[in-house]
């Protein structure tokens, strides 16, 4: 925010508690709030004067304003989980269709014979790195899935077999 808009939420927090207030405190508001959104701070004001007797400290002038940020945000529906590696699909989707590392991991898993029970390189983060299979290994094991017709289970996440 600018420092005029600091100066116009500084002296509304003032007005509306009687404008007792230290200099000092008033200019370390008007410093301290160009770092701030200009609207949520308006806001947090606003909230604020309604049960502020007297000036607030910075302290609770910024647990309001966290109120109001928070508030902001999107809930969710509205919400968006940032995408990952591997996690658009085709038409750049989120949850359209399975990426084709599930399917192979699938068939893999539970109709190959013998099964894998390594895990994929995509996975990698997120287990042992000593049951990690290689990217060459997971290469040829998509190959034998192609040659094997590309099969897709009804659910390439089964709960229980």
Same mark, same amino acid.
């Given at each position: 925010?600018?420092?005029?808009?600091?100066?116009?939420? &500084?002296?509304?927090?003032?007005?509306?508690?009687?404008? @007792?207030?230290?200099?000092?405190?008033?200019?370390?508001?008007?410093?301290?709030?160009?770092?701030?959104?200009?609207?949520?701070?308006?806001?947090?004001?606003?909230?604020?004067?309604?049960?502020?007797?007297?000036?607030?400290?910075?302290? /609770?002038?910024?647990?309001?304003? @966290? +109120?109001?940020?928070?508030?902001?945000?999107? &809930?969710?529906?509205?919400?968006?989980?940032?995408?990952?590696?591997?996690? /658009?699909?085709?038409?750049?989707?989120?949850?359209?269709?399975?990426?084709?590392?599930?399917?192979?991991?699938?068939? +893999?898993?539970?109709?190959?014979?013998?099964? !894998?029970?390594?895990?994929?390189?995509?996975?990698?983060?997120?287990?042992?790195?000593?049951?990690?299979?290689?990217?060459?290994?997971? /290469?040829?094991?998509?190959? !034998?899935?192609?040659?094997?017709?590309?099969?897709?289970?009804?659910?390439?996440?089964?709960?229980? @077999?």
């Amino acid at each position: 925010m600018t420092e005029a808009q600091a100066e116009e939420v &500084v002296m509304l927090i003032r007005a509306a508690t009687g404008g @007792r207030a230290d200099e000092n405190t008033v200019n370390y508001f008007a410093a301290a709030m160009q770092v701030l959104d200009y609207d949520l701070a308006l806001a947090a004001a606003s909230v604020g004067t309604i049960t502020w007797r007297w000036f607030p400290s910075w302290a /609770e002038f910024k647990e309001v304003y @966290r +109120a109001q940020k928070r508030l902001a945000e999107p &809930v969710g529906e509205q919400r968006q989980a940032p995408l990952q590696a591997g996690d /658009e699909t085709q038409d750049g989707k989120r949850g359209v269709a399975a990426p084709e590392w599930v399917w192979v991991w699938s068939w +893999a898993r539970l109709d190959r014979s013998p099964t !894998e029970s390594r895990m994929f390189p995509q996975q990698e983060g997120h287990c042992d790195p000593a049951h990690l299979m290689s990217t060459d290994d997971y /290469e040829e094991l998509r190959k !034998e899935w192609e040659e094997a017709g590309s099969p897709k289970s009804q659910n390439p996440l089964p709960m229980a @077999r």
